[in-house]
């Protein structure tokens, strides 16, 4: 919309959100200022921008004032630049003609001086005014979305994400490391608050999983390589070896029984290593696929090659191949949910509780097998002494909450810790004390089931536990594991001798969550969790399009919240495929080839192969569907004849100048 | 050096890591020197050393850019690609007389809000004790020797002004 | 018959090649003479200031003017002619970029003279005689023009029209601008006559550039034997063609050197050196910084490499730490 006269005519508006800008700049001296700027036609300031009216005012002045540029200076692009587009696009002129200057986040929130705040947003804004002068109407191309999602870890997230997404008609590859998929989930006896069996909520759905024509489930296999963009990943899945075949082998673990190895000798990884496998094992019954595999490591055969393989000869349905390889598979997919769950905090990382040392400590997740009637001890709460605890600890906050090892709270130990509490109790009858900083049972249910727990006759100390110690001062401590605890309420140390101490281990983001997320192109918050778009308004987005977060790779969280989170990440990987398209930001760059020496620069520079060069034309050129805007092609040509729209030479060259105008 | 000098700073922040990280700061009001002025590029591999030189040129003491760590640019390389040409912009620059401190490059990453704050306000103290860089204020010192004989009649254009700017204008 | 257009030629702070160039247009200077009246050209001709003086005001269609400004007498016939001339054309990447008289805006005036009077090894100046701006000897007075602290392309210091560049400009763009002169068919002001797409384009090695030069190292032409068919860049020598506008007809190439930058940038770039640094830099095949200073070693001065002809133009102008003399200041 050029009037007809190509005269620049700018509509200036500074929102005031609320106080959050106008309580540190100046926001009426600012509107009256860029009523002053060159082009300048309209200039306001308005409560808040983004409201309904504060928009209506935007398309007011489009159609009034024949507006042909908008500038907002109000919050961060990221946050509010598609609302003002849409906006301006609404009264009829091209979005890409406005432009939002960030005052909010790079100004009023912090800065103090309100002096130098507000002059600095001045500057910001005779930038962005400069700037959006040499703005060109900019049309945004249409990609297809390819209807197949990828999801990326087998646990309850994973699972909800896989079976939400299938439901719809959406074919899915959910593709798990491990053997078997159900994740932590599947190790846990009980579920908070409820005290439902996890197994009896969580195998279903595995089933579920196995059996729906849309998923395709791939276990012990890994996620290699990922290339392309939202709607175009293109997958390249590591499948490993399970030295069976798994269409052939149905889990009748006749082979188990037939193992040359007639005691399964081995540490089972599933029970937390408290009990034993054999070499050709499944991780446990409800295993799915339900199949059996072969570990190398342990295996005869693999071993010295002189085993007489008595498995093969009893599978009736010759599921056995030693010559298995790892092999790949490529996938397509239009969107990718990343569910790849949490590890463990190790204790043994925080020596003073012993663990390691002391064989009665143990971890909450070896105290989930020990409780579970599956687990190494068929439920039975025994001790590695085989002895039934008269007397259990459990240490909260176990690398969390702490500067040593983690700052963050972990979210779900004091209520598992509860949970593992009233089972000791149910299932050994000992005393259980509970060692806690603060006890945080905020959810529904959760306090209820805090305050059942205090009825019981479960102990609850207040205090950091300072020492587990096998040193008796009395002779009631003789042969008792001690915990040496300020007790903060009662104002005094307490030495309390039990006979189990249980470590209520925090969450710790994925030992490989760093090569994950470069290869799914996403970025991690500070203690390595993968991070959300935005925290509270796109919380299972990230900055990479078609990647989605579910579950605690995200953070901790419990099961409610990563059913929930699944569900919502689904949601978005399915709104995006339902639609069929996306949109692309039109930034992408563009050669004239008038003016283009064929130098060949920029042709090494680019990371999607998006210029090539024509041998007719003996000029480079750039395939603007594989270019993904970064610029560096831009930078880098030594005659300045690749351009980026909304980034071009001229718009920066007029905000540097600007920015620097007030001297 | 004026008591009250407040250096200018222009920083070319990456649109996923540091524009991002700077937004966090924000967020988190972590308040900080209002030296900088954040320009926004998608990439640090955008950030041309024209654009460098340009900054210095009209007036900013000290130029700041931000990108994602190795490893981690959202481009994939962008972020080497700018990290090469710095390393020789500042020799160049230390060449030409620039000071070391008044252009730095930085990873800051999408978590690192307090790095915003704490490399701007690092580095507002560190240009005020070097003090004004003021190029303008240089050009128009050693014109000082050319100013006091007559000008064409065409004035228009300042004697400093680039001819490829005004071929731009003349093509625009 | 109408009276055929007046054209004047000058140098400044030159080496004087430029005005090898005009007579290098060999016959075809037969047609310039033919078709202008040469009223100035005191290399060639005898001339002096007061004749240019005395005509009028814009009576001189076209002044062709070579160098960089470095004197004040230079200044001062800068604008004389500016004065005089409807057109006004820098010649040559002295008077179009600064040129290599412009590298001098590395150092101070007084470390030039330092150098050129005292600690050259060629010098022997035991007297330590430097020149004066004035000198008495006896009843005569004797004056040389000011030395300025800094060198200036001509737009720096009176408006310019077009540029006509290289170091030095080749007859068939001297010839070609006469021509449109004398057809009135001129472009913008301020245009730059010669092509305005990099110097690539026309060099003859082009087609032997791998399209994935990943730099491991960069040489100067001294230091190895260099291939004449395969690109200079993939050689690992600098080669400015890339950053420099063609026009030339790679004359630099053709003679088995890399080129060296002087017809300056295209139009669309501000700055010659920071976008070939740009453009090289972002290849170099290291990522680690160690790695990258090693294969930059081989580049050990950015400023007289990027910047040979266009110090003056580049964004800085000059060594910006130079605290000029006093005598300056106080004048």
Redesign the interface.
Known sequence: MDNGDGKVRIGFYVCHCGTNIAGTVDVASVAKYAAGLPGVAVSRDYKYMCSDPGQDLIGEDIREHGLNRIVVAACSPCLHEATFRTATARAGLNPFFCHLVNIREHASWVHSDRAAATAKVYDLIRAACGRVRHHKALERKRVNVRPEVLVVGGGIAGIQAALTVAESGKKVYLVEREPTIGGHMAMFDKTFPTLDCAACILTPKMSQVKAHPNITLWTYSEVAAVEGFVGNFKVKVRRKPRYVNEEACVGCMECVDACIYKEPKFEDEFNQRLGKRKPVYMSFPQATPKVVQIDPETCLHFKTGKCKQPCIASCSRNAFDFNQEERFEDIDVGAIIVATGFKPFDPARSPKYGYGHFPNVYTSLEVERLVNSAGPTGGEVVMRDGRKPKSVGIVHCVGSRNLQTNRWCSKVCCMYSLKLAHLIKEHTHAEVYNFYIDMRTPGKGYEEFYNQLLEEGVHFIRGKVAEVTDWAMTPEEEGKLVMRVEDTLAGFVRRIPVDMVVLAVGLEPQADAQGVRRMFNISCSSEGFFLERHPKLAPVDTATDGVYLAGACQGPKDIPDSVAQAGAAAAQAMALIDKGYIEMEPNAAFIDS????????C???CPYTAIS?DEVT?KATINEALCKGCG?CV???????IKQNLFE?VEI?SEIEEVLANA | MPETFEPRIVAFFCNWCTYTAADLAGVSRMRHAPNARIIRLMCS?RV???F???A??RGADGVLIGGCH?NDCHYI?GN??C???F???R??LD????EEKRCRLEWISASEGDKVKRVINEMVEQLKALGP?D?PG??R??????A????????A?A?????????????A | MPEKPKVAFYWCASCGGCEESVVDLAEDILMVVENVEIVFWPVAMDFKKKDVEAMPDGSIAACFLNGA?RTEEQ??MA?LL??KSKV?IAYGACAHLGGIPALAN?FSRERVMEWAYDKCPTVTNAKGTRPQVEFKDGARTATLPAF???V?AL??????DY?IPGCAPTPKLLKDAVVALLSGKLP?????LAP??????ECPR??S??????FAEFRRPHMAEIDPNLCMLAQGFVCM???TR?GCGALCLNGNMPCTGCFG???????Q????????????AP?D?AG??GV?EG?P???GT?YRYGLA??????????K?GAE?AA?
Not at chain 1, 594 to 601: A, F, H, L, P, T
Not at chain 2, 141 to 146: A, G, L, N
């Open positions: 008038e003016e283009c020496s064929g130098c060949k620069s042709i090494p520079l060069f003996v560096t930078a880098a040509c030594p005659s300045g004849s030479d060259f | 591999g041309d050393p024209q460098i030189l340009e210095f040129a190795p390389e080497y690609k990290l090469r040409r390393r020789l912009l020799r160049m060449d030409m007389g620039v860089l190029l240089r050009f010192d050693w014109d000082k020797e050319v006091e004989l007559e000008h064409a009649a065409s004035a254009s004697p400093c002004d680039c001819h490829a700017h005004k071929e731009e204008a003349a093509h | 400004i200044e001062e604008h500016r004065r006004l590395q300025r602290n800094v200036r737009d720096q210091v009176v408006d310019v540029y913008p002001k301020g245009t730059t305005d797409i990099a110097l690539c384009d082009k087609s550039k791998p399209t994935d030069v990943g063609g890339p950053a063609g940038p295209t139009s669309r770039v501000r700055d050196g920071a976008k070939i640094l740009s453009s090289i830099c972002s290849s170099i990522k910084e990258i200073d930059l580049i001065d950015p400023v990027f133009r580049c964004l800085l102008r000059r060594r910006v730490d130079i000029d300056v004048k």
